[in-house]
């Protein structure tokens, strides 16, 4: 009786355990998910400080050449 009592927790732990390893794998590939998800949303801020960057570099040399432009007619 006693060997059967421990036979069936036995049996129950190694379902809880199984359980839980499942659990764990669900839960690591979410994680891979979210960090994949992140790592995109940090490139997209990336690419648009990039090309932020460059505008404004565009925007100041077209500025300078602006202003190149119009001194001379000022003379």
């Known amino acids: 009786m006693k060997a ?3 036979h069936i927790a ?8 199984e359980a839980a390893r499942i659990d764990l794998e669900s839960l690591k ?5 979210y960090l994949a998800k992140a ?3 940090v490139q997209t801020v990336e690419v648009g400080i990039a090309q932020w960057k460059a505008n404004e ?6 500025k300078m050449w ?3 432009q ?6």
Do not use: D, H, M, N
């Not at 590939?29 to 998910?33: R, T």
């Not at 119009?70 to 003379?75: A, C, D, Q, V």
């Open 39 to 41: 790592r995109s949303e």
């Open 10 to 17: 036995l049996s129950e732990l190694r379902l809880q355990v």
């Open 70 to 75: 119009i001194f001379p007619k000022l003379r």
């Open 4 to 6: 059967q009592q421990t």
């Open 57 to 62: 570099r565009e925007f100041g040399i077209y």
């Open 66 to 68: 602006q202003s190149f």
């Open 29 to 33: 590939a979410q994680q891979v998910q």
